[in-house]
């Protein structure tokens, strides 16, 4: 157990935590630390706030919501709005996108300012157990945390320049391209498809496994797969790319089944890397397979006094999982033996157009783990606040008996994201059905759906067949 209330500016001194690390994770792990009287160093090698902030979750949410006024606009004589859609000014929406990270940023450094905290800028590298070494300065701690993010995934049939991209370069286009490739269709590979096609370009998915978001309930996979189909978004699924080359201005991509794709833009978005090379995580005894650092269920590494959060530790890669696993650190180091964070638990959100909610496990996840499941699907045709949205989808409740609890929350649709607080609180408090029956869900709301799921799931349906 760790109580301290010193500074440890001097670097001679012995820090109580010191976190390799300024983003989700690591921020978090500081600030949380710092609350509990403990003197922090936090070493970023770029910018407070990491992916998320700079070149992820922020970013490209700001481009989602550019896509949706954009689509808004076109479609706007349905809704009695006569508007003229011209064209998307890209230099516009960059700008629109990168006050808001910049206003975002300056907030979350004033953060950091304000709360003790050394902050150290540089590359740094484990020198030992307790030590990481910043350029000349060696920052020592009582403890160690590891919280160095992700980067793109790279595919060795295909070369990063020119005009095949990374996530990473793909939120500063300069222009629209009239093709788009994406090379990947998870998390990221939908999100900008849905960004390109709402902003005018001609769209192609191709991934290697046999549906779009594999990972979500296979229901889920199904529905956005004809939602793309409708928006004009062509997918290959089953299939991987043999190679791709300049040709011109533009990439010519070959296919696994010979299939010529040329385009004007290809992106490569086949998920994300740890960033723990040269760390020196190998000499001081830390653990890792294919890179990324194995912990146990309190997030302490192979070497005692070491941690590890986020992208780096094998699981969802998701800024609010890395962020609560920050806090969960600080509160460890500070003795004051947290709760475990339940992966299971963790909502995620895809935010592409129709947006993804997930929390819990799939039907086959439950059918796999209890052997037997028990579904109730409502389609949001009949919820009032989507038919004024004008969009399709569902919510889709599952659960092993007639008599047991919610183990999982499936829902697609636009705007859906917002209904991600309330199904985290039924699956994680283990809510039955019944339960969450009884409460008023607000009326006209798409949260209505997520209270009609549960009264037919309990046998009372009010709006639909039980």
């Not at 998701?318 to 180091?333: K, P, Y």
């Not at 994201?417 to 009884?438: D, F, K, R, T, Y």
């Amino acid at each position: 157990m760790i109580h301290s209330m010193h500074s440890a500016s001097d670097s001679s001194s012995v820090y109580d935590i010191v976190i390799l690390g300024g983003g989700s994770g690591g921020y978090a792990c500081a600030l949380r630390a710092a609350q509990l009287g403990l003197s922090v160093a936090l070493i970023e090698k770029a910018e407070l706030g990491g992916t998320c902030l700079h070149r992820g979750c922020i970013p490209t949410k700001a481009l989602l919501h550019t896509a949706e006024v954009a689509d808004t606009t076109r479609s706007s004589e349905k809704f009695g709005v006569r508007a003229t859609f011209e064209s998307v000014d890209m230099p516009a929406a960059h700008r629109y996108k990168d006050a808001i990270v910049a206003r975002l940023y300056k907030g979350l450094q004033g953060l950091v300012a304000g709360a003790s905290i050394d902050l150290i800028h540089g590359e740094g590298a484990m020198a030992s157990a307790t030590t990481v070494k910043v350029g000349e300065r060696a920052v020592a701690g009582r403890a160690v945390v590891l919280a160095t993010g992700s980067q793109p995934r790279l595919l060795p049939e295909v070369s990063i320049g020119g005009a095949i991209l990374t996530s990473e370069q793909a939120i500063h286009v300069p222009a629209i391209p009239q093709r788009v490739v994406v090379l990947g269709g998870g998390v990221i590979g939908v999100e900008f498809a849905s960004i390109f096609a709402s902003l005018g370009s001609d769209v192609t998915v191709v991934e290697g496994l046999e549906r779009l978001v594999a990972s979500e309930d296979a229901s889920i996979s199904a529905a956005l797969r004809r939602a793309f189909g409708k928006r004009g978004i062509a997918v290959r699924t089953d299939t991987k790319v043999q190679r791709a080359q300049a040709v011109g201005d533009g990439v010519e991509v070959v296919l696994s089944d010979d299939t010529v794709l040329e385009t004007d833009l290809l992106l490569v978005a086949v998920g994300r890397a740890p960033v723990t090379e040269e760390l020196g995580l190998q000499a001081v005894g830390v653990s890792t397979d294919r890179g990324f650092v194995t912990t146990n269920a309190r997030l302490q590494t192979s070497v005692e006094g070491v941690y590890a959060v986020g992208d780096i530790v094998p699981g969802l890669q998701l800024a609010h999982r890395g962020f609560a696993q920050g806090i969960f650190v600080a509160e460890e180091v500070a003795g004051l033996s947290p709760e475990v964070v339940d992966e299971t638990g963790i909502p995620r959100v895809t935010y592409c157009d129709p947006e993804i909610v997930s929390v819990g496990l799939s039907a086959a996840q439950v059918e796999e783990q209890h052997g037997h499941c028990q579904i109730q699907e409502i389609n949001l045709g009949g919820n009032g606040k989507s038919q004024i949205l004008g969009t399709t989808g569902f919510v889709k409740i599952v659960r092993a008996a007639s008599d047991g609890p919610v183990l999982g929350i499936h829902m697609i649709g636009a705007r859906m994201a917002e209904q991600a607080g309330e199904a985290q609180l039924i699956v994680n408090w283990e809510a039955l059905p019944q339960e969450v029956a009884a409460l008023i869900h607000a009326h006209p709301t798409q949260n209505e759906a997520l209270g009609e799921a549960h009264l037919a799931l309990s046998g009372q349906p009010l709006h639909a067949h039980s």
